[in-house]
């Protein structure tokens, strides 16, 4: 079954969600990730960078056996460029 981020249903007026990247994120050390899986957002996880920056787990398009890391708004602007490709 598909699960949803807080920022997903934030940022596209969803009517529900499953976790919140942000409550995770908080609990992580520098440098740290954790594997959740947000359908919505298609990212893979979320990650504190060192200088402490959220960051989320993306596959590469161009790459599809590597994972990049992006903001959070840099996700979302992905996604909305998405739907406005067809």
Same mark, same amino acid.
């Given at each position: 079954?598909?699960?949803?981020?807080?920022?997903?249903?934030?940022?596209?007026?969803?009517?529900?969600?499953d976790f919140d990247?942000?409550?995770?994120?908080?609990?992580?050390?520098?440098?740290?990730?954790?594997? $959740? +899986?947000?359908?919505? @957002?298609?990212?893979?996880?979320?990650?504190?960078?060192? !200088? *402490?920056?959220?960051?989320?787990?993306?596959?590469?398009?161009?790459?599809?056996?590597? $994972? +990049?890391?992006?903001? @959070?708004?840099?996700?979302?602007?992905?996604?909305?460029? !998405? *739907?406005?490709?067809?």
């Open positions: 079954m598909a699960e949803f981020s807080k920022q997903y249903q934030e940022n596209f007026d969803f009517d529900w969600h990247y942000k409550e995770i994120f908080n609990k992580l050390q520098k440098n740290q990730y954790y594997p $959740v +899986i947000c359908e919505g @957002l298609g990212t893979l996880g979320v990650a504190k960078s060192d !200088e *402490g920056e959220m960051l989320l787990a993306i596959q590469s398009e161009e790459e599809p056996d590597m $994972v +990049i890391w992006k903001t @959070l708004s840099d996700v979302v602007d992905l996604v909305r460029n !998405e *739907g406005n490709s067809d």
